[in-house]
């Protein structure tokens, strides 16, 4: 079977590793929606992009995320709790 190459860049690996993707990978501590990095950050957005490629390269089992940290970020003190959604209590 032929297919397009796909790698997914997740910032909720748990939820991903349950669909298997067959490439992947999650940046640690990456608010939710800053799947890349912060707006205006061409230099981090350019490492994650170039670490999502390197994923796409190698080869291993589908399900396996790669978790890749990147000093340079700080999310956005403005976002609380880092954008996760939390239930009312």
Same mark, same amino acid.
């Given at each position: 079977?032929?297919? $397009?190459? &796909?790698? $997914?860049?997740?910032?909720?690996?748990?939820?991903?590793?349950?669909?298997?993707?067959?490439?992947?990978? &999650?940046?640690?501590?990456? &608010?939710?929606?800053?799947?890349?990095?912060?707006?205006?950050?061409?230099? !981090?957005?350019?490492?994650?992009?170039?670490?999502?490629?390197?994923?796409?390269?190698?080869?291993?089992? /589908?399900?396996? !995320?790669?978790?890749? &940290?990147?000093?340079?970020?700080? /999310?956005? /003190?403005? !976002?609380?709790?880092?954008?996760?959604?939390?239930?009312?209590?």
């Amino acid at each position: 079977m032929l297919g $397009l190459p &796909t790698v $997914l860049i997740t910032l909720l690996p748990k939820a991903s590793r349950e669909m298997g993707p067959p490439r992947a990978i &999650t940046p640690s501590g990456f &608010t939710l929606g800053d799947c890349l990095g912060l707006p205006h950050r061409p230099d !981090i957005q350019r490492h994650v992009l170039l670490d999502a490629l390197l994923r796409w390269e190698a080869r291993e089992e /589908p399900g396996d !995320i790669w978790e890749l &940290t990147y000093p340079d970020y700080s /999310p956005d /003190p403005a !976002i609380l709790h880092g954008g996760e959604i939390l239930e009312d209590a």
